[in-house]
């Protein structure tokens, strides 16, 4: 029973245009979502996230929306550059069990100059 | 301010040998967790380890996993017996509380078992 759904396995965008990765969820009680960014052998990096009682948050390029009714959110990234160009992992947490993430399986964003 | 380190990097082990995956979580963090990202999949919660106490186990494998964070030195993963269905990366995570969102994550270990 996967409970966060990435289901774009890649995607690919020219650089300076807007990159849109989208997360589905299925648990009503995560109280809170993040975006991890992750390069070829390396650990995930922690990228932005957002509060269930928020519908949006904003750092630089980055930007993260939640629709709670569709329980669905994404991560926009603007403008687009090559190095971004990696995997983004969504996750959620909290519900009961604050320090567990539960991952999505990951969406592979390639950058092209 | 070094982050998570976590070693080997890469580990190579044969079908029924045992395995040892060291983290060292960042300074002042006393909450470790560790998660498996098997091939194509997200990373998975495995435990929950505060000093000397696991937390929460529930992700652990019934058999042949352990995990233990003592007083002194690092947290270590142990695999015992090792079949090629544990081939995977394992991430290790701390955090300064036990929350979710404060969680930094180490290179992680590769283990390959042959």
């Known amino acids: 029973d996967q409970q966060v759904k990435q289901n774009s396995p890649s995607l690919s965008v020219q650089e300076g245009r807007i990159s849109i990765l989208n997360c589905d969820y299925t648990?009503?009680?995560?109280?809170?979502f993040l975006w991890y960014k992750k390069y070829p052998a390396e650990g995930p990096t922690f990228l932005i996230s957002?509060?269930?009682?928020?519908d949006k948050n904003e750092d630089g390029r980055f930007t993260v929306f939640l629709n709670k009714s569709a329980k669905h959110l994404s991560l926009h990234i603007v403008p687009s550059q090559p190095g971004d160009s990696a995997v983004y992992f969504c996750?959620?947490?909290?519900?009961?069990?604050?320090?567990?993430?539960?991952f999505g399986k990951g969406t592979l964003l390639t950058v092209n100059p | 301010n070094a982050g998570v380190m976590q070693n080997p990097r890469h580990l190579v082990r044969r079908r029924g040998q045992e395995a040892r995956l060291r983290c060292s979580p960042m300074?002042?963090?006393?909450?470790v967790y560790w998660y498996r990202q098997l091939p194509e999949e997200g990373l998975k919660f495995m435990v929950y380890?505060?000093?000397?106490?696991?937390?929460?186990e529930s992700g652990m494998p019934k058999e042949r996993f352990s995990a233990e964070f003592p007083k002194e030195g690092p947290s270590i993963l142990r695999i015992q017996q090792v079949v090629r269905g544990d081939s995977a990366a394992y991430f290790c995570?701390?955090?300064?509380?036990?929350?979710?969102?404060?969680?930094?994550f180490g290179p992680g270990t590769r283990l390959t078992v042959l």
């Open positions: 996750a959620a947490g909290g519900g009961g069990s604050n320090y567990k993430l539960t």
């Open positions: 648990n009503s009680m995560f109280d809170y």
């Open positions: 957002i509060s269930s009682i928020k």
């Open positions: 300074k002042g963090h006393s909450h």
């Open positions: 380890l505060q000093k000397e106490n696991i937390i929460d």
């Open positions: 995570a701390s955090s300064p509380d036990g929350r979710g969102d404060t969680q930094y």
